[in-house]
């Protein structure tokens, strides 16, 4: 009888995992795009950090969450090798990693909260 009762349910368990690992995933977004924005250097009309944007997609099997920027000068000053200087005191090159790396924490306790059964 219980295993009926599992076999029947088995779809809907996989549905539920699935929409929690997509929740989670927003929410690890959510954390490592906020550390990011520390540390994005700001200009005059703060483009750069306006232009940030966050997707979760579902593909079988997987969840993938994607940050990034729009505007076209994102990649240079986000690369170390192009030496800058910002006039934001918080303002780094590769902040998009570093913020990605100060939030892990955070990070995967969201992930491993989200997909507990």
Do not use: C
């Not at 009888?1 to 977004?29: C, I, W, Y």
């Not at 795009?33 to 579902?58: C, F, H």
């Not at 170390?80 to 998009?96: G, I, V, Y």
Request: net charge positive; charged share 20%; proline share 6%.
């Amino acid at each position: 009888m219980s295993r009926a009762r599992v076999v029947n349910k088995l779809p809907q368990f996989v549905a539920s995992v699935h929409d929690r690992a997509e929740r989670g995933m927003t929410q690890a977004l959510i954390l490592g795009a906020s550390e990011a924005s520390v540390l994005t250097p700001i200009g005059d009309t703060s483009n750069l950090i306006n232009s940030q944007y966050k997707a979760v997609r579902r593909i079988p099997g997987k969840v993938i969450g994607t940050v990034g920027y729009t505007v076209s000068y994102a990649l240079p000053v986000h690369d170390p090798d192009h030496p800058q200087t910002f006039r934001r005191a918080s303002a780094q090159k590769e902040f998009l990693r570093k913020g990605f790396e100060n939030a892990e924490p955070n990070i995967r306790a969201v992930l491993k909260g989200s997909l507990k059964t």
